[in-house]
């Protein structure tokens, strides 16, 4: 049973360009959940995501950034006109359920913005 | 004032030893999660907790749901214990993640 997976685990952009990210839950797992790790920093929630809703994007930047998770296909933090101070290790995680239930975290993208 | 605070933010132990680390938190939860970052950069979830005490190998984890408090121990430290290791409470009004910022742990043989 695979984990989370992320790619790309490394990304490279310049200023304006645009970042995609995606996301594969576990097998069986229906939610997931966007955080990001500013440098020297902590992981901050960014948005959490059922099946073809965001539930919670309190976490999100109101500019530029949005996120999905489609029916088919893995979820997917797009990143629009990038900035350096939008570098940092993107983490997701999925779950069963609500909260309540066991997070399991993939590997990270690692953005770089030039 | 953030919503965890974990100490200490830096800790550095001798192989064998027993280690803790702290957090507490302010707002109401539902879970108290710890978890931890290896050196590479990825993250294992050790426990999630709601009451009381968990344990894992050499792992145990405890919380005071009154005193909005969490202790992780480490019996018999080893070099491989060193990572960052981080606190993470869910809410009880929502969805939000709050983290601490992380104790770093090293354990020297």
């Known amino acids: 049973n695979a984990g989370v997976m992320q790619n790309p685990r490394h990304l490279v952009r310049r200023r304006g360009q645009e970042a995609r990210l995606r996301c594969s839950p576990m097998k069986g797992h229906s939610h997931v959940y966007w955080y990001r790790q500013l440098p020297e920093e902590g992981l901050k929630f960014m948005v959490y995501l059922q099946k073809e809703n965001i539930i919670d994007e309190s976490g999100m930047p109101k500019e530029r950034f949005s996120a999905e998770f489609p029916k088919e296909g893995p979820s997917i933090l797009r990143i629009q006109q990038v900035v350096r101070g939008d570098s940092a290790a993107y983490f997701c995680?999925?779950?069963?359920?609500?909260?309540?239930?066991?997070?399991?975290f993939g590997p990270g993208t690692r953005l770089t913005v030039t | 004032k953030n919503e965890v605070e974990q100490s200490p933010q830096n800790l550095t132990a001798q192989e064998g030893e027993f280690i803790t680390i702290n957090c507490s938190y302010s707002v109401g939860i539902s879970a108290l999660h710890w978890l931890q970052q290896h050196p590479g950069g990825g993250i294992v979830s050790l426990f999630m907790?709601?009451?009381g005490k968990k344990k894992h190998g050499r792992l145990i984890a405890t919380i005071n749901i009154q005193e909005k408090h969490s202790s992780l121990h480490i019996t018999a430290s080893h070099p491989r214990d060193s990572a960052v290791y981080i606190c993470a409470v869910t809410v009880n009004t929502g969805n939000q993640f709050y983290f601490g910022t992380g104790t770093s742990l090293t354990v020297i043989p």
């Open positions: 995680a999925s779950s069963k359920g609500t909260s309540h239930y066991e997070q399991y």
């Open positions: 907790l709601s009451s």
